[in-house]
């Protein structure tokens, strides 16, 4: 997946650019990965395998499909155009970034800043706490 997903990025350094934690807050319960769909949502259509991969920072036409707003790179593009600030996009995609961000942030997440999509909740209530158990549809589905 290295040509969508991390095309200029060595693999060995995908932890030391801080794009991959060495421990993930998402195993924590505390953080979360998400853009901003327009509604009504329009499907979209599944990989292909086989099919040729697009780089994740190219525009938005050119890359996979999917149903989020343009905000300059595909969700978990590795690279430096998917920091939260970089000053390459366009004013449309700065403003959906700054949306995203700020209204996150009014909720008591930071947003990590390499990657315009990542939030953490602050404070984390399980900071030192990494879960491991396997997700069911039971578990999904069952009330407390």
Known sequence: MKAEFYPRVDKTRLVADGYIA????????????????R??????????????????????????????????????????????????????????RELLTSTLEREGFTNLPEEWWHFTHQPEQY?????????TRRLLTSRP
């Open 22 to 37: 060495e421990k993930s807050g998402h195993s924590r319960g505390s953080t979360l990965d998400l853009s901003f769909v």
């Open 39 to 96: 509604l009504p949502a329009h499907p979209t259509r599944p990989y292909v395998p086989g099919e040729p991969l697009t780089s994740c920072y190219g525009p938005k036409s050119a890359r996979f499909p999917d149903a989020a707003v343009d905000t300059g790179t595909g969700f978990d593009c590795f690279d430096t155009l998917a920091h939260t600030d970089d000053p390459r996009i366009s004013a449309v995609q700065r403003a959906h």
């Open 127 to 135: 900071p030192d706490t990494f879960f491991d158990f396997p997700v």
